[in-house]
């Protein structure tokens, strides 16, 4: 199983940003998917994912700043963050699971990984 990030860099304060996960050896449809951040200095934090259900789950402090969606046909999974803030720095990372139903924010409980992008934002 491979899971391949794209799309961080460099942006500006108030502007949008789109993710990519591309999987292989690994399906997106029918099984639960995570966006996992990281900045410097802190826990990693559940920000968005799809379930096995197919139905988004935001955390509540992306909420209205954050779309997630999956594209089957390609087997990759977008992650759209918009009015981004020096605060939404981190690495960002994709994650996903055969073995959950709907999903779970614990992230003990997602087996395979991506390596991450990194999305910088400055003031």
């Known amino acids: 199983v491979q899971l391949v990030e794209s799309g961080g860099g460099l942006v500006q304060a108030g502007e949008t940003l789109r993710l990519s996960c591309a999987a292989s050896?690994?399906?997106?449809?029918?099984?639960?998917m995570i966006w996992v951040r990281q900045a410097p200095g802190k826990e990693r934090e559940a920000v968005a994912g799809i379930g096995s259900d197919g139905t988004p789950n935001i955390a509540t402090f992306m909420k209205g700043r954050v779309t997630v969606s999956s594209d089957n046909a390609k087997n990759t999974v977008h992650l759209e963050m918009r009015y981004l803030s020096p605060e939404d720095t981190a690495v960002y990372c994709c994650?996903?699971?055969?073995?959950?139903?709907?999903?779970?924010?614990?992230?003990?409980?997602?087996?395979?990984w991506g390596q991450g992008t990194q999305v910088t934002v400055s003031t």
């Open positions: 050896g690994f399906t997106f449809d029918g099984n639960a």
């Open positions: 994650a996903g699971e055969t073995q959950m139903l709907g999903f779970s924010r614990f992230l003990g409980a997602w087996t395979y």
